[in-house]
């Protein structure tokens, strides 16, 4: 059991570390001052478009690590707790 856990805290730290290498790649979907006064518009190519691009990709890939990481803190504690 201490080398699973171990393999798990291995993998553990190198999502954590690819989910913060992730966000700082990824633009922020701020509009800003003047986004919030215009609103936006999501009938356009791009928006519809939007999960095909690279930031689309990136935003799913962010996702997708952040809910493998709240699964492995929970398995990682029901196990150190199991101690």
Known sequence: ?????????????VIC???IILTLI???EDGGASGAIMG???ANFY????????EGKLKRAT???GV??????VVLTILSLGK
């Open 26 to 28: 990824q633009r922020s």
């Open 68 to 73: 493998v990481f709240v699964i492995l803190t």
């Open 47 to 54: 928006e519809k478009n939007k999960g095909r691009t690279k």
């Open 1 to 13: 059991m201490d080398i699973l856990e171990n393999v798990l805290y291995i993998v553990y730290a």
């Open 40 to 42: 936006s518009s999501s």
């Open 17 to 19: 570390v690819v989910i």
């Open 63 to 65: 996702i997708t690590l």
